[in-house]
């Protein structure tokens, strides 16, 4: 049986951080991990900068942001290296030389290929780079490119997984390297074609990885890296009271992950409930405490749980000729969300109008505002916060609402959402 582990772009962001995954892996000598590594620190931002720059024509300004990134890595990888520094540098020039090969050559085909081709880079650096070091510091492992193992299709910077090709890849290839080494190391968020071109699995996409893997191998459990304690109740910058879940099930956290809670993303839960795997969120600054578990059982007597989101719209729709909007309007209003790939944080139907509380993200808002203006009567007011309370009472949403003018509410006996100006 087997573990999977993840660790964070926060985790491996300097040296000292590095270092940090040292006593981690010892305290787990004796067990078989799978380890899946994020990209550094905000090394997926400035990669993302050099796709940018290379897709606009600006060739020589993506190749400088690049050397950025290369001189980032270098460095780190000297600082940690002695004996397998260059065996190590070797492997980190052959990644850029993949992304160099595409930078000299002009665009042809759409952003999102390009976004995939660059910003994959990042985990594979990373990783190599841990691997290295951990094998310096006496940690064995073997280091593998899940690109070789992750089948996906071609729908770039949101790939969907082929689930039958990669368990088959996992079983045949991953299960044997258990056997010889008790320690794995790969990347999470990317995977590859079957024209071996690479793509990412979109948001949250490295812990998502980790789950696949959780699942394919029949793990015991996952445990995520983080640099806060686990699961809070509220955003702490927001809510200075808020407190340490210490458990939760799954469900819980996909109603706190649809209502806009930044936890666990629902897509990487689902493959860990199909089989019953808990998930644990723990802190790698302080690996003894215990942090939040995720399972599947049932739970009693949660606190509340706040989720606060600013900058939102409220746009309001209203039929023309006072008929009822009844389903068709809905229905094309449904059509149009999804093309505009947007969702409502908050929807309420009248007879003649509908209202819909989205994140203010300026581009699709009008986008969504101009097509629906030709079904109806539209309009927008910006400027609004939205909180949810799971598990309220009625003196925590007085406290919390106090002072504040309310537009819109929904409840239910667990759940209240309430729009404010």
């Known amino acids: 049986m087997s573990k999977i582990f993840k660790f964070g772009g926060a985790s491996v962001n300097s040296v000292e951080r ?48 690049f050397q950025q990134v290369k001189d980032q890595h270098l460095t780190t990888a000297k600082y940690l290296l002695v004996r397998n520094y260059l065996a190590a540098e070797a492997q980190l020039r052959d990644f850029f030389t993949e992304v160099e090969w595409l930078l000299h050559d002009k665009p042809v085909r759409d952003y999102d290929y390009y976004y995939d081709q660059i910003v994959c880079i990042g985990e594979l650096l990373s990783t190599s780079i841990v691997a290295a070091f951990l094998a310096e510091s006496g940690i064995e492992n073997q280091w593998i490119d899940v690109r070789d193992m992750v089948r996906t299709d071609g729908n770039f910077r949101d790939a969907a997984i082929d689930w039958d090709y990669s368990e088959q890849k996992v079983r045949e290839e991953v299960l044997p390297l258990l056997q010889e080494s008790n320690i794995i190391i790969t990347q999470g968020f990317i995977g590859s074609t079957s024209e071996n071109e690479s793509t990412t699995l979109g948001r949250e996409g490295s812990d998502y990885t980790a789950a696949v893997f959780a699942n394919m191998l029949n793990a015991d459990d996952q445990t995520i890296w983080k640099d806060v304690e686990g699961v809070m109740n509220a955003d702490p910058k927001q809510f200075p009271e808020a407190r340490i879940l210490k458990e939760l099930n799954y469900d819980e956290v996909i109603e706190m992950a649809y209502y806009g809670a930044q936890v666990i993303h629902p897509k990487t839960i689902k493959p860990l409930q199909n089989k019953g795997i808990p998930l644990y969120v723990k802190c790698f600054l302080a690996p003894a405490l215990p942090g939040t578990v995720i399972h599947s059982k049932s739970l009693k007597d949660l606190p509340p749980i706040f989720i606060l989101k600013q900058e939102q719209v409220l746009v309001h729709l209203r039929s023309r000729d006072f008929s009822f909007v009844g389903e068709s309007g809905i229905e094309q209003l449904y059509h149009l969300l999804a093309g505009i790939r947007i969702k409502p944080n908050l929807m309420q139907s009248g007879a003649v109008s509908l209202q819909l509380c989205l994140d203010d993200r300026i581009d699709k808002v009008e986008k969504l505002a101009l097509a629906a203006a030709e079904l109806f009567d539209v309009q927008i007011e910006r400027g609004l916060t939205l909180l949810t309370i799971r598990h309220y009472d009625e003196a925590t949403l007085d406290r919390l609402t106090a002072g504040r003018q309310e537009v819109l509410r929904q409840q239910t006996p667990s759940t209240v959402q309430v729009l404010m100006r």
């Open 18 to 65: 590095i270092q940090q995954l040292l006593p981690i892996l010892r305290s787990y000598k004796d067990e078989k991990l799978v380890v899946v590594i994020s990209a550094m620190g905000k090394t997926t931002n400035a990669l993302e900068k050099v796709a940018e720059a290379y897709f606009s024509g600006h060739r020589d300004e993506a190749l400088r942001l």
